[in-house]
């Protein structure tokens, strides 16, 4: 075993699981105050869901043995059967496969999460519990095999994404395209104000997820050598100049250098360098950053003129960011790896994963409309959904009034020479919900 | 007895509160608020969105004061409130029927 990997691998994937929070603090401060919390949740609750999952019979569908064609492993594995603390990947100079199925893991996790952001502010809960349960179980496991299984189709066919640009960012932007054209739009697009709630948030996260896409990126070396610092040193150079092309972007077409921008800058620059990281130089690098910056920056307005509500712009973000990283690539790749052929395998990975992913998503984002019903009620939509299915609200900032003892709740400090408030008949705090 | 309401920018609020005690009142009340009058709002942008934001936070100050004490008392809100750019506010002054202190139930002006 080597040990420097190993070590290497393990901090890694504590590094992207880092990255699931981060990114439910930059949805979760794009919204507004009244669903903060169900956006921070949608994102999270994927720690849970998938894990569990991904133990269950996820590493056996994305890692296991081939079932044929590439196109999805076999239940071998389920319950991670038969794999050791000293089962080794590649023979004795390998890493535990254990440590790989961690570090693996924590990109399960966030791929559903990414998705979130499309559907901000008006699914129930529930729905979407199962709506990633099923998403991760027929979209993720099987393209997570094709691309990074050496059995896989895509693997086969030499198309490079070597930390998840396929896999990871156009799925999900088109696993969210699917789903919110089932789900709709949100009662007053294009018509409300729905300003983000809070930008230090957006900026925590994003910062949050900038920390951990190292792991991402470079971890996905699973060895602690050239590769991984190569990769480590393009994701910080195409973040920081994705985040100059965003700003330059709107300081030209909207007069300012906004907060907003340059964290979406910056994580479209992450986006875009995932596929592409290990295989360009750092000028190459400055170049896909710079590109995705700009780019992503004008795409995210699509959606006012398409007239599809991708709330928080995962499509803007992860499916235009991922897909200019995977063709630049086939572009930029240098060592003799680039060229027109390369191109066409980085366009037939590219969207292949996307006719895929843009079917089963709308086929499983109906089913579950079909039967338990995704959209939330037009009320809890209206009233916020932090108070409809997590019974909390984000902030108490209320100067006035205050909150009435619940069942269950600690009895207020009393002495008993205190008269008590006279509420009068008909007046009485209501004991089971606070009106706030 | 008078109300004399003053709505004026935030960063003023210390100076008005600093002068009206020199002057001798005794209680005031303040409360951010919002509002606009011919200086309107202003534009944010996200992601390119561009809202308009139509109202401006400002701070109310109230003040009870003697009939006889209400102009003099404009005054002093009016110089100190100012700094000469759109914006600066407006005060204004109704009537008032009758104040009660709640602690001691004292009514009219030695309530204030």
Redesign the interface.
């Known amino acids: 075993m080597n040990g420097a990997d190993t070590a290497f691998v393990l901090i890694s994937a504590a590094l992207v699981m880092l990255m699931t929070p981060g990114l439910a603090f930059f949805y979760g401060g794009m919204v507004r105050v009244k669903s903060a919390l169900n956006m921070l949740m949608m994102s999270f609750v994927s720690l849970g869901i998938v894990t569990v999952l991904w133990v269950l019979y996820g590493y056996s569908l994305a890692f296991g043995d081939d079932i044929g064609g590439g196109l999805l492993g076999d239940f071998g594995h389920v319950g991670l059967k038969g794999i050791r603390p000293e089962t080794l990947t590649g023979g004795k100079e390998g890493i535990p496969v254990l440590a790989f199925a961690l570090f693996q893991l924590m990109f399960a996790v966030i791929t559903p999460a990414l998705m979130s952001g499309a559907l901000a502010d008006r699914v129930r809960f529930s729905a979407w519990c199962l709506f990633i349960t099923l998403w991760v179980s027929l979209v993720y496991f099987p393209v997570a095999h094709w691309v990074w299984q050496a059995d896989g189709w895509l693997f086969k066919l030499k198309v490079i994404d070597f930390a998840g640009g396929t896999a990871v960012h156009i799925n999900a932007g088109v696993g969210a395209l699917a789903a919110l054209l089932v789900v709709g739009k949100r009662i007053g697009f294009r018509k409300d ?1 729905m ?2 709630h809070s930008l230090p948030l957006v900026m925590l996260g994003a910062g949050l997820l900038w920390f951990g896409w190292f792991g991402f990126n470079a971890g996905s070396a699973l060895a602690a050598n050239g590769t991984a610092a190569t990769m480590a040193l393009n994701t910080q150079v195409a973040t920081g100049a994705a985040m100059l092309g965003w700003l330059a972007y ?1 300081r030209v ?4 250098f ?1 907060t ?2 340059a964290a ?1 800058g910056a994580v479209a620059g992450l986006v875009a360098i995932t596929p592409s990281g290990a295989a360009v130089n750092a000028f190459g690098a400055i170049l896909i950053g710079l590109v995705a910056g700009t780019v992503c ?1 004008w795409a ?2 699509l959606k ?1 003129r398409l007239g599809y509500d991708d709330s928080l ?1 995962v499509i803007g973000v992860h499916l235009v960011g991922g897909v200019i990283g995977t063709l630049l690539v086939g572009v930029l790749a240098v060592d003799g790896v680039g060229g027109a052929t390369q191109l066409g395998r980085q366009a037939a990975g590219a969207f292949s994963v996307m006719a895929y992913s843009f079917a089963v998503s709308w086929l499983l984002a109906k089913l579950v409309d079909r039967v338990v019903g995704f959209r939330a009620t037009e009320d809890d939509e209206i009233a916020g959904l932090d108070r409809a299915f997590h019974a909390e609200t984000a902030y108490d900032h209320s100067a006035v009034g205050g909150t009435t003892a619940l069942r269950g709740a600690p009895a207020p400090d009393r002495r008993p020479e205190d008269p008590l408030p006279d509420h009068g008949p008909g007046n009485q705090p209501d004991n089971k919900k606070v009106d706030a | 007895m008078k109300l004399v309401t003053a709505v004026v920018k935030p960063h003023r609020v210390d100076e008005i509160k600093d002068a009206l005690q020199r002057f001798g009142i005794q209680g005031l009340t303040i409360s951010d608020v919002q509002g606009h009058g011919r200086q309107r709002g202003h534009t944010e942008v996200y992601r390119g969105a561009e809202y308009r934001i139509d109202t401006l936070p400002k701070s109310r100050i109230e003040v009870l004061v003697e009939d006889q004490d209400a102009a003099d008392v404009v005054d002093v809100i009016v110089r100190t409130a100012r700094t000469g750019k759109i914006g600066d506010g407006k005060v204004w002054v109704v009537p008032v029927e009758t104040v009660v202190r709640v602690r001691t139930g004292e009514r009219g002006p030695d309530a204030l």
């Open positions: 104000p300003r983000p709107e077409r909207h007069g300012a906004t907003l921008g979406s920056s995210v307005g006012f712009d």
